[in-house]
């Protein structure tokens, strides 16, 4: 009997600092070199593509990708948390998730021509229809990632997402390259999808014979309803905001809306990940020692902190001569929308520390609220904004997410027994430096920009800001530097 049998009692030994600290290693580096090849060929393929293709997929993605969301019923993060599993209980799991991936594909072929009636866009029923054969690749690598998560073999996690984010983005600037319009995207997220099976598939074979004899895994469900419940909160909460600009505002300004909040939102979307997944992963081997989750959770804070605050301010201030430079003079209009929705970014990358700690001790109850909460405010927050078109959807953001993030911190850190005071004590040096930094790059543009060429202007201002930065994290946080240095050392 191998380790990576799954009939095997898996062990529920609460995970040192440094399998902790190796996960995260093995899964950023993961994350960087996926990302590096994922980035340029992203560039490339918003240069190929119009608005108005990315409009189209981010309407069918609204429909499709709630689907994806919800199509395990929270049965990974079940397997991920349980404090023991066995075969039979696999079984159940995999027939579930085989029974759910079925429905979905399935109303995603009935349901198209509804979709295309609801945003007036005949195209997305063949785009809808050709999407749905994704379920079937999903139920393939639902429980190999999870058992792979599970005991924290993110090494072997890494090897599936750098394979599958090199290749799928090579197969997306392919089919971009030659013509192929919007579906170059949906080759693309397909290929992600069957990439991802025989991966985890090859990494961490598991396909019990399936079993529908679903009583026997009660609390299993009883967990991954609340999970799916959150899901369904977080995918309204994500996406209300396209759905109502698509209905509002047509194709062509939803896909400008669409590549600035995709742009702003890479490094939270590919990094966050990393912290969410291996964080949850400990978190439930550690839901007994509160202390212990108290200390990690600020951890992450600072972890966090120091790296997405200095990410999204720095990116809204170069944004002007940034993305026409990049991107091409087509997509100048999404200048403002971008550096509008990088100001609330670094919020939303904090407010996601909290939800894995919930989440692995046992209080998913807790973020379930918090998601209502935020999707009741945002939707009135979007119908209100819409109105005054792309500007008035993004200064939605701006406006009124700060108050939903700092009432539903509010709530989480209570739930976590952790005091606002010495949440707050971990992070406020990183939001001063930021500061110092974006004025720094402000005043650096009014010096030089009238007498240097635009790439010249950008590379002064990059450099000037994290020069600024850097120096003041070393200068007064050097000890919280070196903490992390020799977790890093004794990780590898």
Not at 26 to 54: C, E, H
């Amino acid at each position: 009997m191998t380790a990576s049998d799954p009939t095997r009692p898996q062990s529920t030994a609460a995970p040192t600092s440094t399998g902790v600290l190796r996960s995260f290693a093995w899964q950023g580096g993961a994350v960087a070199l996926g990302q590096l090849i994922s980035w340029a060929s992203t560039i490339v393929v918003i240069r190929l593509l119009s608005p108005g293709d990315y409009g189209l997929m981010a309407m069918a993605n609204l429909f499709v990708g709630f689907l994806f969301l919800v199509s395990d019923l929270g049965v990974g993060s079940a397997i991920v948390q349980s404090r023991s599993l066995d075969r039979d209980h696999l079984r159940v799991l995999f027939g579930l998730v085989i029974a759910t991936n079925l429905a979905g594909a399935a109303l995603t072929w009935v349901a198209s021509p509804w979709m295309a009636a609801f945003f007036e866009e005949p195209r997305l029923v063949p785009m809808l229809r050709v999407m749905s054969a994704g379920f079937g690749l999903v139920a393939l690598y639902v429980l190999p990632q999870a058992l792979l998560m599970r005991d924290l073999h993110f090494d072997r996690k890494a090897r599936a997402d750098v394979l599958t984010a090199a290749l799928a983005a090579l197969l997306t600037l392919s089919l971009a390259a030659s013509g192929f319009g919007v579906w170059a995207l949906v080759g693309g997220m397909l290929g992600t999808l069957c990439l991802r099976a025989l991966a985890f598939q090859v990494l961490r074979p598991c396909l019990p014979l399936p079993s529908f004899a679903f009583r026997s895994a009660r609390d299993y469900f009883a967990f991954g309803g609340l999970v799916t419940l959150d899901r369904i909160l977080w995918w309204s909460y994500g996406n209300l905001d396209v759905a109502i600009a698509g209905r509002v505002l047509g194709k062509t300004i939803l896909g400008a809306y669409s590549v600035a909040l995709n742009l702003a939102s890479i490094p939270l979307d590919r990094v966050m990940p990393v912290i969410t997944q291996v964080s949850f992963a400990a978190f439930s081997r550690i839901q007994d020692d509160r202390e212990r989750v108290r200390r990690n959770i600020l951890r992450s804070l600072q972890a966090v902190s120091l790296v997405a605050l200095p990410t999204f301010v720095g990116m809204a201030a170069v944004a002007p001569e940034a993305i026409p430079l990049i991107l091409g003079e087509k997509w100048e209009n999404t200048v403002i929308p971008f550096q509008l929705l990088c100001t609330v970014l670094p919020l939303k990358a904090l407010a996601s520390t909290l939800p894995p700690a919930l989440f692995g001790i046992g209080r998913p109850r807790v973020n379930v609220v918090n998601m209502a909460i935020s999707v009741a405010v945002m939707a009135i927050a979007f119908a209100v904004g819409v109105q005054y078109g792309l500007f008035g959807l993004c200064l939605a953001w701006v406006v009124v997410y700060p108050p939903v993030f700092c009432i539903t911190s509010l709530r989480a850190l209570r739930a976590l027994d952790l005091a606002v005071g010495r949440a707050w004590a971990a992070v406020r040096f990183f939001f001063g430096a930021t500061l110092a930094m974006f004025l720094v790059v402000e005043t650096l543009r009014l010096s030089i920009a009238p007498i240097v060429p635009v790439p010249v202007l950008l590379g002064v201002l990059i450099a000037g800001g994290l020069a600024v930065y850097g120096a003041g994290v070393w200068a007064f946080q050097r000890p919280m530097l070196r903490s992390f240095w020799s977790l890093v050392r004794e990780a590898g």
